[in-house]
Nanobody, 115 residues
Framework: QVQLVESGGGLVQPGGSLRLSCQAS????????MGWYRQGPGKQRELVARFILDGASRYYPDSVKGRFTISGDSVKRTVYLQMNDLKPEDTAIYYCNTWPSTVDWGQGTQVTVSS
């Protein structure tokens, strides 16, 4: 079973940036339609970005559009999420998975936006 390992989270001030990474542990796992999700305190997990690797299609909800960018590297089996102009409401644990989610959820990476 493939494992998805997220990293890159941390504490950042409002307006700051972070770049999250998600690497698939299994060499045979093919990154195709992938997504980044997040779960804030007391909230349900939500999709914040998805794309088809090596494709032009991207989706972002209005809450992050223009601030978040999803990308990936099929050779490194890694998906990235560049997050700019972070806001306190972006505070959450961030996860990656296929879209729709079909792989066991990883531990995620905590992002905290606070002054």
């Amino acid at each position: 079973q493939v494992q998805l390992v997220e990293s890159g989270g941390g504490l950042v001030q409002p307006g700051g940036s972070l770049r999250l990474s998600c690497q698939a542990s299994q060499g045979g796992f093919r990154l195709y339609e992938m997504g980044w999700y997040r779960q804030g305190p007391g909230k349900q997990r939500e999709l914040v970005a998805r794309f088809i690797l090596d494709g032009a299609s991207r989706y972002y909800p209005d809450s992050v559009k223009g601030r978040f960018t999803i990308s990936g590297d099929s050779v490194k089996r890694t998906v990235y999420l560049q997050m700019n102009d972070l806001k306190p409401e972006d505070t959450a644990i961030y996860y990656c998975n296929t879209w729709p989610s079909t792989v066991d959820w990883g531990q995620g990476t905590q992002v905290t936006v606070s002054s």
